[in-house]
């Protein structure tokens, strides 16, 4: 991975939007619809961006994507940054 792609720094950045929105309880508690359409707007925004990974996908990367294993592709983007 070339760590200056713009498409796994975009998909680490929803990664980390997802991540943020989810801990946001205060948020949850105010506006639960609201909650849960932002998490499906973030959720979306980063299927659309995954599918912008140039093909074929780093094999371990795909696997954690496909299973909606979010924390571990960040942890494999930002692992593959630092390299």
């Not at 720094?9 to 609201?34: C, H, S, V």
């Not at 659309?48 to 909606?68: G, I, V």
């Amino acid at each position: 991975m070339n760590s200056g792609d713009a498409s796994f720094n975009t998909l680490a950045e929803a990664l980390r939007a997802r991540r943020q929105l989810i801990g946001d309880r205060d948020f949850y508690a105010r506006d639960p619809a609201g909650h849960l359409a932002e998490l499906q707007r973030v959720s979306d925004q980063i299927t659309r961006t995954a599918s912008t990974l140039p093909s074929p996908a780093p094999p371990q990367l795909a696997h954690y994507l496909e299973r909606c294993s979010y924390d571990k592709a960040l942890a494999w983007i930002e692992d593959a940054a630092a390299q």
